[in-house]
C-alpha cells in the first residue's frame, strides 16, 4: 500500500471541483463541492444516528435503495436541516447537478453541512452550477475539500494506491469535522472514492464493519450531528476481478479503506474545535471487544480529561472516574494508566492507584501536540482506540456565537 | 413552608464547624468541615454510581448499614480515591471523630473532595480535630458549608420550617458543587438535617425518591464523580409523630425536602465551574416521565448548546440537535422550543422547524443570568425539569490546571 497525491481524484475515472457559490458571505471561502465519477459506481452510505436528521439525508436514502450513484454534491453554510421545504430543496440541487452533468438525478447523493434551522436558497446554487461542473477536473480534490469545510482550519484529503488480483487500485478521500462530533455512527462528512470493482452489498458490508473502529471513536464534543454522513463511491475502472464475496481481495480492500478511515480520523480529532493537541486513547485487555470502546470513548469524551489535557496536567485521576462511569464492566483495581507523545513514555497509575512520577517529565511529554493515553485494563483481549481532542478556550469562542 | 435562616443548625439538636487544618496549602480556606447531632439520628445515603468509588464513599456505606448516624465529617482538598491506604484513612477520620466527640465510629459518616489519586495525610485532620470539635455551635453551618468548598464561588446552605402532625418541624442543609457533576446519582456532596422524627426506611425511601428529579438532574459537564454523595441525618427532636409509612406525613416530609433539594440544584448549577448562566430545561408533553427526563438531561449537556447560551446565541438548532440524540422516543415533527428569562419570553421553534423571531429580543432575553429552556413534544403528559450551566472560558481554565 503507497499513500500518494490526488485525494478523490487519485482513483481512475472520478473528477471533482469546489466554487463559491455565494451560500456563505465570505467570498474566499468555498461552499458548494461536486465529485462525479465517469461510470455509475456502487455506492454505500452510513448515516448520523440522530432521530433528527438533515433533509439531505433523507434524499440521499432514497437516491441508494439501488446502490449506485455517479456524483456527490455538498455544500457548506448551511445544514438545510429542521426547515419545512428541506426535502424539496435538496431534491432541487440533485436536479441541478442531474441536468448541469447529464445524469440521473436518482443517481446523486446530496449532503449539507452548517446552521440548522435556516432555510437554504436555491438560487446561489442554480447560479454557481455550471461554473462548478465546468470545473470538473482531475486536479479538483483539493477545491472539493475546501468547498465542504465549516469551521475545520486545514483541508482533509488522503489517497492510497493497493493492489486487488494484481490489478493497480486505487482509493481516495475528502473529509470535514470538526464540532457536533461524537461517536454514534458517522459523525462528519467523508467522501470516499475508489477504481475498485467491488459489489454494492460487499462496499456496504466494509464501510459499515470499518466505521465501528474508525470515524464511530472519533468524539470532538459528545454532540452527535444531524447532517453528517460517509459515502463510498466504487466505479470498477481499475479493471479488476470484481470482489462480490468475502475472501483475500476483500480483506484487501478492507485494508486500504481503513488506512484513509484512519487518517481522516486523526485529523479531524486533531483540527476539532479549537483543539491543540491530538488524543489517542489507547485501551488493551477489555474483556471484549465492546467494553474496550466504551471505555476509550469515555475517556475521549470527559470535558475535565480533555481541559487537563489542554492544560498538559497529568491528571490521570479524571482518566480513572471516566472509565469508572463508562458503563463498561471493568475491574478497577487492575488498571494501569500511561501517557505517550514524542517526548517519551511514563506510567502514572498500576493496579487502579496512582503511582510516583516526575510531573517535570509529565509536563514535557503532555506538552506535545498528539498524545497517547494507555489504558490496561488485565481483564481480557479486547482493544480498541478512540480519538479526540483537548478541551479550550477557543471552542468555546467558537461556539459561543456562531451564527454570525 | 417558610425559608429560615441557619442552613443544617436550623433543625433542633444539631450543631457544625467548619476549620482550615492544613489540607489545603491556602490557610484561609476551611478544608474539614463537621456536623454533629445531640441525638444518634435515623440516616439516609445515595452514593455516586462511578464504579471507581472514593474510598470515603466505601467507609461510609459500612457504617450505613444499620441505618442510624450522629456524625458527618468531611475534608475538601483532597478525594482520599484512587489511594492505596484510603479505606484506612477514611476509617482513621472516622475514629479521631468518635474519640473527640465521644460517639461511635460506626455513626460516623465520612466524605471527601478535591483531588484524585493523591494519598490524603491524616496529621493535618489530627491537629484539627480538637479545634473543629470544640467550636462545634448552633451558628455553624455557614462554616461547615465553607470547609466542603472545592471550586464552588459561593457557600450553599439552606432551611425551610414545616408541619408534621401539627408539629413544626426543621429541615436544611449545606452543599458543594461545582465540577464533575452529570446526572447519574448523587453527583455531589450535599448533607441534609432535620429534626423531623422518621424512620431510616422512609428518610431513604423519600431520598432515593427525591433524587431522581432533583441532584440527578443536574449536569455541570458530563463527569461523574467518585466520590460524591447525599446524606440526610433524622433525629426526631422536634417530637413529632414518627413517620413510619406512607400517608399525608411522609408526603409532607418529601416536599420540604425537595424545597431543599430543589434550591441545592439550582445553586450548583448556577455556580458550576466558570458558569456565568444558570439554565433551567423544561420538558412538558413526553410519552413519559422518563423519556422527559432523558430529553432535559440531554439538552443541558450539550457542550454546543452551552457553549451558545455563553454567547447568548439563539442556537435552538442545538437544542433539536440534542433532543435527537437523546435516545428517547420523540417524535420531531412536533417538538416546539422557547427561550424565557426575566427579559421575557420569546418562541423559536414549532413542529420541529424553525419560525421568524427577532434577534435582538433573543439576545436581550439570553443576556440575563437565569435562562430557562421550555420544550413542548405535544406526544403525552411526561415532564420533567434539568438544570446546568453555560460552557466558558473560565471552564477550560479552572480544569486545564486543577492540580497546581
Given at each position: ?18 466554487v ?5 458571505k ?6 458548494l ?8 459506481a ?57 441536468d ?90 467523508i ?96 474483556k ?28 490521570w ?20 494508566v ?19 512520577f ?5 509536563k ?29 478556550y ?11
Amino acid at each position: 500500500m503507497k499513500k500518494i497525491q490526488g485525494g478523490v481524484c487519485a482513483p481512475i475515472g472520478f473528477k471533482a471541483n469546489g466554487v463559491h457559490c455565494g451560500i456563505r458571505k465570505n467570498k474566499t471561502k468555498r461552499d458548494l463541492s461536486l465529485i462525479v465519477s465517469d461510470a455509475r459506481a456502487a455506492a454505500a452510505c452510513v448515516y448520523t444516528q440522530n432521530l433528527v436528521k438533515g433533509a439531505p439525508i433523507l434524499v440521499t436514502k432514497k437516491h441508494m435503495a439501488d446502490g449506485y450513484a455517479s456524483a456527490i454534491v455538498c455544500n457548506s453554510g448551511n445544514a438545510n436541516t429542521c426547515n419545512e421545504n428541506g426535502e424539496e430543496i435538496a431534491e432541487q440541487m440533485c436536479g441541478l447537478v442531474a441536468d448541469a452533468a447529464g445524469i440521473s438525478a436518482n443517481d446523486v447523493i446530496v449532503a449539507s453541512t452548517g446552521v440548522i434551522g435556516q432555510p437554504l436558497s436555491l438560487d446561489p446554487i442554480r447560479e454557481g452550477m455550471p461554473s462548478l461542473v465546468s470545473g470538473l477536473s482531475e486536479e479538483g480534490s483539493s477545491l472539493a475539500a475546501q468547498g465542504i469545510m465549516t469551521t475545520d482550519t486545514i483541508p482533509k484529503e488522503i489517497a492510497y494506491s493497493f493492489q486487488l488480483g494484481g490489478k493497480e487500485c486505487h482509493i481516495g478521500a475528502i473529509g470535514k469535522g470538526v464540532g457536533m462530533i461524537n461517536p454514534n455512527m458517522a459523525t462528519m462528512l467523508i467522501f470516499i472514492t475508489t477504481d475498485a470493482a467491488i459489489s454494492h452489498a460487499m462496499l456496504q458490508k466494509a464501510l459499515s464493519a470499518d466505521v465501528k473502529d474508525s470515524f464511530n471513536m472519533v468524539s470532538v464534543d459528545g454532540d452527535t450531528s444531524t447532517n453528517d454522513m460517509v459515502a463510498v463511491l466504487a466505479n470498477g475502472c481499475a479493471g479488476n476481478e470484481p470482489v462480490i464475496a468475502p475472501g483475500k481481495d476483500f480483506n484487501a480492500f478492507r485494508k486500504a479503506l481503513n488506512k484513509v478511515t484512519t487518517y481522516l480520523c486523526r485529523k479531524i480529532a486533531g483540527d476539532g474545535e479549537g483543539a491543540t493537541k491530538l488524543l489517542e486513547c489507547k485501551v488493551t485487555g477489555a474483556k471484549s471487544k465492546a467494553a474496550a470502546r466504551t471505555v476509550a470513548k469515555s475517556v475521549i469524551k470527559s470535558n475535565l480529561f480533555k481541559a487537563a489535557m489542554f492544560g498538559a496536567d497529568a491528571n490521570w485521576g479524571r482518566v480513572l472516574c471516566a472509565i469508572g462511569y463508562s458503563g463498561a464492566d471493568v475491574d478497577i483495581t487492575k488498571v494501569s494508566v500511561d501517557f505517550r507523545s514524542r517526548a517519551g513514555e511514563l506510567a502514572v497509575c498500576r493496579n487502579g492507584s496512582g503511582i510516583p512520577f516526575s510531573e517535570e517529565e509529565a509536563k514535557k511529554i503532555l506538552s506535545e501536540k498528539e498524545i497517547e493515553i494507555l489504558i490496561g485494563l488485565d481483564d481480557g483481549s479486547g482493544k480498541a482506540t478512540a480519538w479526540g481532542c483537548d478541551l479550550t478556550y477557543e471552542y468555546v469562542k467558537i461556539n459561543g456565537d456562531y451564527r454570525t
